[in-house]
């Protein structure tokens, strides 16, 4: 992909936007860029993009708080299976017919919304870790290599096995870094990776960054609430557009 002044514009205006987004409720930087950047351009494009504000933002978050080893130690299963998965899934966005990642982008941003959007809450013996951590994993990582979406289902798994907040923030953090670094070497495997892409990734670092400062200024002014319901409002209307453009 040429990088071209409309790019760098597009590219800017929607890292700002997903920052703001993950200033204000600590997540969803992937989807709302990925989802924005796909209708310009293809799935694997914009997540090679959104590769490098992912991983500064993610390892920030990984590194911020006293939970690291303890939630390594309890979780690691579910890290070894999202590689696993994002190897599995990884051709699946590299295709030549990206048509499918796109609308496997639509379901799963449809999906994420709904979840989002609901009052449904499970919950998860800590028994049951050992066998299910994995599979989570694995579907988590098969998701994001195939959508480049991170958070499902491990999103409402770390919620329903009981982490608190903080242990909440920090465990995206480190399942974020983790599946941004497999996706990066898939995207580098299949040759996704090239100059202009690297570029726009490298290009979307300070907007994102200026937009997570802009979105905790709102954060202390507005309810996290009800910035999550228009939020996942509207991801759910722009993954239900992503769905039906790819599907006739």
Do not use: C
């Not at 040429?2 to 800017?12: G, H, R």
């Not at 465990?171 to 070497?185: K, W």
């Not at 100059?195 to 200026?210: D, M, R």
């Not at 509207?234 to 993954?239: A, Y």
């Amino acid at each position: 992909m040429d990088v071209s002044l409309e790019i760098v514009a597009i590219v800017t205006a929607t890292f700002l936007l997903a920052g703001l987004v993950k200033g204000v409720i600590g997540m969803g930087l992937p989807s709302v860029a990925i989802g924005l950047l796909a209708i310009v351009m293809t799935p694997a494009q914009a997540v090679a993009i959104m590769l490098g504000p992912s991983l500064i933002t993610n390892v920030w978050q990984m590194l911020i708080g006293p939970h690291l080893i303890p939630l390594l130690r309890r979780l690691w299963l579910l890290l070894v299976g999202s590689v696993i998965g994002i190897w599995l899934g990884g051709g699946i966005l590299t295709s030549t017919n990206s048509r499918y990642a796109a609308l496997g982008l639509g379901v799963a941003l449809v999906i994420y919304a709904a979840i989002g959007l609901s009052a449904v809450r499970f919950s998860v013996p800590r028994r049951h870790e050992p066998w299910l951590s994995p599979l989570v994993g694995l579907a988590t990582g098969f998701i994001a290599g195939g959508t480049g979406v991170f958070v499902i289902p491990a999103g409402p798994y770390f919620q329903a096995i009981g982490l608190d907040k903080d242990e909440l923030v920090q465990m995206l953090g480190i399942s974020f870094t983790v599946s941004t670094a497999a996706l990066a070497a898939i995207l580098w495997r299949d040759g996704i990776m090239q100059f202009g892409n690297t570029t726009g990734s490298l290009l979307a670092v300070l907007p994102a960054l200026l937009g997570m400062a802009i979105g905790q200024r709102i954060r202390a002014r507005i309810s996290p609430e009800t910035f999550r319901r228009y939020f996942f409002t509207g991801l759910l209307l722009l993954g239900l557009q992503q769905a039906v453009r790819n599907v006739f």
